[in-house]
């Protein structure tokens, strides 16, 4: 699953041409590494968003079609939060 998709699907980000625009912005990374949007997200990777709203994410699982708000939390695990 591409990360602009994940970040999007989980309620990370709320629509998925935001989190692309970021990706390609240089301002998410995975596991340290600026990514690009199409970057394919594997359980276990790190993900950090920089901006006015910094968040660092560990991905627990990928979800294979729409994710209800009720079910979000068990895709990833919030590491930290700036706001």
Known sequence: MRIDDFLSTVGIIKRRT???ELAQ???VAVNGRTIKPAYQVNVNDIIAIKG???VTVEVLALPTGSVPKDQRE???KELTRNQ
């Open 74 to 76: 068990a895709y990833f």
């Open 52 to 54: 006015n709203r910094s």
């Open 25 to 27: 912005k240089g301002m």
């Open 18 to 20: 935001i989190a692309k």
